[in-house]
């Protein structure tokens, strides 16, 4: 009830945090193009269906990965995934800026709207 099915359509995903950096480590180490920090949602389903196969030892072994995230990216993965199907999102933008950074550019801009 708080969030509306297909609402991406009228607005694109940003993400910010740490698993969707790790996935842009994670494609770079295995030589997958991406553009931008933009990350399709079926290549985050394909990449939830392979990591999920594996124990943890063999995730921390995946070329890119921090050990440290290794635990915890499947999960974090399932939870960006359902969000992104449920707003009907094709893709996620990445930013390294958040919403403290969004905020500020807002308040300091003259009529609200995003500085350049």
Excluded: Y
């Amino acid at each position: 009830p708080h969030l509306q099915a297909g609402v991406a359509l009228a607005a694109p995903l940003i993400g910010a945090g740490g698993a969707l950096a790790t996935m842009i480590d994670l494609f770079k180490a295995a030589g997958e193009a991406h553009e931008g920090g933009k990350i399709g949602v079926l290549t985050l389903h394909n990449w939830l269906t392979r990591l999920s196969a594996m124990d943890l030892e063999a995730r921390r072994a995946v070329p890119g990965m921090p050990p440290a995230r290794a635990d915890i990216l499947p999960a974090a993965l399932v939870v960006i995934c359902a969000l992104a199907d449920h707003t009907g999102a094709e893709s996620i933008q990445l930013t390294h800026h958040g919403i403290r950074h969004g905020m500020a550019n807002i308040l300091l801009s003259e009529h609200g709207e995003l500085l350049a």
